[in-house]
């Protein structure tokens, strides 16, 4: 049995962050597919990757998340009865976390488009469209015509925002995997053989290598939970 307090414990941040800490969060087939055959992630982990995935966000400043998962699991703000309140009152954290959705297009779910939740995208980004968001949302411009991450998360610490939560999805996280801004990794593993064409859950043009340290594992029933560290200058 999972208990959520023990699992708060064993997924707290390191304590007196000085730097943001990017923490991804993701479940795969054990054949190493993001997607199952509804072609979102959707109960990939069943039960326990549900639990997981409320404490992640519980315990997280901000959840970023890029916009094809916006769009394909249609995010929308979160609301209070989605982490543990109490929990985030006793880490001084806001109530729920904000919601930083990642896009070029600048193209997302509408819910999105609401008070406290954020945009990170870069100069090249449609303007008009742009100009339209910030009306409503607070819009992080980093990067000419790509988003250059070093001052895309200095900007999420500007604003007190140094444990993030990152929800995918591959593209994303390729990215971050590939600016090295990666620190740690929230793997679960489905017992189920995907096949098909499905993505990993990091893509980009490059392979980039970075090595982990496994953390922290995790048994529950034939799910494992997997909890990954970057080393450092590995
Ligand atoms: N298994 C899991 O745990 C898990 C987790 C998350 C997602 N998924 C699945 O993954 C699939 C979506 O994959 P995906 O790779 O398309 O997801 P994604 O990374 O969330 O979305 C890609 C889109 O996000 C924006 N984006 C991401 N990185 C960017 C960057 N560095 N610069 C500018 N824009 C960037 C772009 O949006 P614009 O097009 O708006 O410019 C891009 O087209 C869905 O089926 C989802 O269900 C699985």
């Given amino acids: 049995m999972l208990d959520s307090g023990d699992l708060a414990r ?19 087939t054990a054949d190493g597919s993001a997607t199952a055959g509804d072609g979102v992630s959707g109960d990939l982990g069943g039960d326990a990757d549900d639990r997981v995935f409320t404490v992640l966000r519980t315990l997280c400043d901000v959840v970023l998340v890029g916009a094809g998962t916006a769009r394909a699991e249609s995010y929308a703000p979160v609301l209070p009865d989605e982490v543990d309140g109490r929990l985030r009152a006793r880490l001084g954290l806001s109530p729920t976390p904000p919601i ?7 193209e997302f779910p ?79 593993i489905a ?3 995907a096949a098909g064409d499905g993505p ?12 982990l340290r496994l953390d922290d594992l995790i ?16």
Avoid: K
Wanted: proline share 6%; charged share 25%; aromatic share 6%.
């Fill in 110 to 188: 509408s819910a999105l488009i609401a008070p406290g939740q954020l945009v990170i995208t870069h100069a090249g980004s449609p303007q008009r469209r742009r100009a339209e968001l910030a009306r409503t949302m607070d819009v992080i411009v980093a990067g000419d015509d790509e988003i250059h991450w070093p001052t895309a998360i200095a900007a999420l610490a500007e604003r007190g925002h140094r444990r993030v939560q990152c929800e995918g999805g591959p593209t994303l996280h390729g990215a971050l995997v590939d600016a090295d801004r990666i620190d740690e990794l929230c793997l679960t």
């Fill in 100 to 106: 930083a959705v990642v896009s070029e297009r600048l």
């Fill in 10 to 28: 064993r997924y707290a941040y390191p304590e007196n962050l000085r730097r943001p800490w990017v923490r991804a969060s993701f479940a795969s």
């Fill in 200 to 211: 990993r859950i990091a893509r980009s043009p490059r392979f980039a290598g970075r090595t």
């Fill in 219 to 234: 048994r529950h029933g034939n799910v494992l939970l997997t909890r990954w560290t970057r080393v450092d200058g590995a």
């Fill in 191 to 193: 017992p189920m053989l």
